[in-house]
């Protein structure tokens, strides 16, 4: 259960996603004054916004900041026929869905956002602290809903999750200091050494993933940290370094696949144990190591805040620290999957008639 701002002018719009919200166990506080919404939302402190509503442009003109931690994210609910851009802001995690839908999709995609947001803020099933005075109509809601709780729910299916994971993933890659697409050619990168590594099908496609998904945990990180050029103060670093753990925290509240949460944790491991979590060796998951060494490469050659290094001096950094700072196989792999030794063919002597 969750407290969900639902913003609208239309009836026809927000009546059945106001309803299935309702019954989903949701408390919904609806305000149909679209260009004052933020004065509600700072009223109702909801834990997600859901904008059914034809252009995101009525919603995203107010001034989007100066919510207490990670804000509310926004659900866009449109048709077909609506402003079909894509809606991105720097100051919220942004998702839509278009009708028509399946019922448990949308609540799937709130279900997972709320997660998200719990998550981020350290605050569990607890939800967001609640104005003075509320405390009355919070039991009153939660007696409801456990009344309700007899009957059964909807059964969310596994897709609306892992698109929002997506999402968080692409949100959070927008507004890293790195040129746009890190997550893909990390991904690359990943794939190109799980090659060369002959690594199994099932395995590759768990790192592949990972790949994807990595720096997840940014999310909840300032974009200033992210961006900031030259040194960073010592409290910028722990926050920085608090990100795969994060990244690993919101993925299994979305996802199952414990492989592929375990990969994110662990992925700025050092081989010598002097990395995050002090893990050495083959102590650290393969799929880690691996990671590590295409996300380094990326990060060494595309940054937008520190020097850029060109892809040949890269490769001389990571041969220099092999064995120290990334396992070796992999860095072997990666370098011989970007230089290939050419290979001499013999050919046969031609023969004079």
């Given at each position: 259960m969750a407290n969900i701002l639902l913003i609208g002018d239309d009836r026809e719009r927000t009546g059945g996603v106001k309803s299935l919200l309702a019954r989903d166990g949701h408390r919904v506080t609806t305000t149909t004054d679209v260009a004052r919404w933020r004065s509600e939302e700072r009223a109702s402190a909801p834990e997600v916004v859901v904008a059914a509503v034809a252009a995101p442009e009525e919603v995203l003109s107010a001034p989007l900041g100066g919510s207490r931690g990670f804000a509310p994210p926004i659900l866009f609910v449109h048709r077909e026929s609506d402003d079909a851009r894509e809606p991105y802001v720097e100051e919220r995690l942004i998702d839509r869905i278009q009708t028509p839908f399946a019922a448990e999709e949308l609540l799937g995609r709130v279900d997972a956002l709320v997660r998200v947001r719990r998550v981020i803020l350290r605050q569990g099933e607890h939800g967001p602290a609640e104005a003075p005075g509320r405390g009355l109509a919070r039991f009153r809601s939660a007696l409801a809903a456990r009344l309700r709780s007899q009957v059964p729910r909807f059964v969310k299916p596994p897709a609306p999750y892992l698109e929002v994971a997506a999402r968080v993933a692409d949100w959070s890659d927008r507004r890293d200091g790195f040129e746009p697409g890190h997550a893909e050619r990390v991904t690359t990168f990943a794939a190109m050494i799980a090659d060369e590594l002959a690594m199994a099908d099932g395995e590759t496609a768990e790192l592949l993933r990972a790949s994807m998904l990595h720096d997840i945990g940014k999310?909840?990180?300032?974009?200033?940290?992210?961006?900031?050029?030259?040194?960073?103060?010592?409290?910028?670093?722990?926050?920085?370094?608090?990100?795969?753990?994060?990244?690993?925290?919101?993925?299994?509240?979305?996802?199952?696949?414990?492989?592929?949460?375990?990969?994110?944790?662990?992925?700025?491991?050092?081989?010598?144990?002097?990395?995050?979590?002090?893990?050495?060796?083959?102590?650290?998951?393969?799929?880690?190591?691996?990671?590590?060494?295409?996300?380094?490469?990326?990060?060494?050659?595309?940054?937008?805040?520190?020097?850029?290094?060109?892809?040949?001096?890269?490769i001389g950094l990571m041969r220099e620290r092999r064995g120290a700072q990334w396992d070796p196989s992999c860095v072997d792999a990666l370098v011989d999957a970007l230089h290939p030794t050419p290979r001499s063919v013999a050919l046969s002597p031609v023969s004079r008639g």
């Amino acid at each position: 259960m969750a407290n969900i701002l639902l913003i609208g002018d239309d009836r026809e719009r927000t009546g059945g996603v106001k309803s299935l919200l309702a019954r989903d166990g949701h408390r919904v506080t609806t305000t149909t004054d679209v260009a004052r919404w933020r004065s509600e939302e700072r009223a109702s402190a909801p834990e997600v916004v859901v904008a059914a509503v034809a252009a995101p442009e009525e919603v995203l003109s107010a001034p989007l900041g100066g919510s207490r931690g990670f804000a509310p994210p926004i659900l866009f609910v449109h048709r077909e026929s609506d402003d079909a851009r894509e809606p991105y802001v720097e100051e919220r995690l942004i998702d839509r869905i278009q009708t028509p839908f399946a019922a448990e999709e949308l609540l799937g995609r709130v279900d997972a956002l709320v997660r998200v947001r719990r998550v981020i803020l350290r605050q569990g099933e607890h939800g967001p602290a609640e104005a003075p005075g509320r405390g009355l109509a919070r039991f009153r809601s939660a007696l409801a809903a456990r009344l309700r709780s007899q009957v059964p729910r909807f059964v969310k299916p596994p897709a609306p999750y892992l698109e929002v994971a997506a999402r968080v993933a692409d949100w959070s890659d927008r507004r890293d200091g790195f040129e746009p697409g890190h997550a893909e050619r990390v991904t690359t990168f990943a794939a190109m050494i799980a090659d060369e590594l002959a690594m199994a099908d099932g395995e590759t496609a768990e790192l592949l993933r990972a790949s994807m998904l990595h720096d997840i945990g940014k999310v909840a990180l300032p974009a200033e940290v992210l961006r900031q050029k030259g040194p960073l103060e010592e409290s910028q670093v722990r926050l920085l370094r608090t990100h795969p753990e994060r990244g690993a925290a919101i993925l299994r509240a979305l996802d199952r696949d414990d492989a592929v949460a375990e990969t994110i944790l662990h992925h700025h491991e050092c081989y010598d144990g002097s990395g995050y979590h002090g893990l050495s060796g083959t102590s650290i998951p393969r799929a880690a190591r691996i990671l590590a060494v295409a996300e380094a490469f990326d990060a060494m050659t595309t940054s937008l805040v520190r020097r850029r290094l060109t892809m040949d001096a890269a490769i001389g950094l990571m041969r220099e620290r092999r064995g120290a700072q990334w396992d070796p196989s992999c860095v072997d792999a990666l370098v011989d999957a970007l230089h290939p030794t050419p290979r001499s063919v013999a050919l046969s002597p031609v023969s004079r008639g």
